[in-house]
């Protein structure tokens, strides 16, 4: 079946660029119909949906994130990546990404992995 799994820096220093990527095996993430997504739930606060790239490459963000994210994707490798900018403490969470169909049922996800914005 298909799995997720999200790899990258557990800790980042203020200011920097966090960059995570989600690997996607047993499936393709050109697959008709699915938009492949990050979320992330940060301490006290509920899951955030943060942006996501559709299976043609279409993007689309978060308004709160607009202008600090970006997602792309390699086809080749299946996998799709994550990059904020200018990451501050307010940015520490566990961060998950997920397999979308149409816009609303999610049917993949990854295990989460913790990120921590840090000095």
């Known amino acids: 079946q298909v799995t997720l799994h999200e790899s990258g820096p557990s800790l980042v220093l203020p200011s920097q660029t966090l960059s995570l990527t989600c690997t996607v095996s047993?499936?393709?993430?050109?697959?008709?119909?699915?938009?492949w997504t990050w979320i992330r739930q940060r301490p006290g606060k509920g899951l955030e949906w943060m942006g996501n790239?559709?299976?043609?490459?279409?993007?689309f963000y978060s308004p709160s994130l607009k202008g600090r994210i970006s997602i792309s994707r390699d086809t080749a490798k299946n996998q799709f990546t994550l990059q904020l900018k200018s990451v501050n403490p307010e940015d520490t969470g566990t961060y998950r990404c997920a397999g979308e169909y149409i816009g609303g049922r999610y049917d993949y996800w990854g295990q989460g992995t913790q990120v921590t914005v840090s000095s």
């Open positions: 790239i559709n299976w043609g490459g279409t993007t």
């Open positions: 047993a499936g393709s993430i050109t697959t008709n119909q699915y938009h």
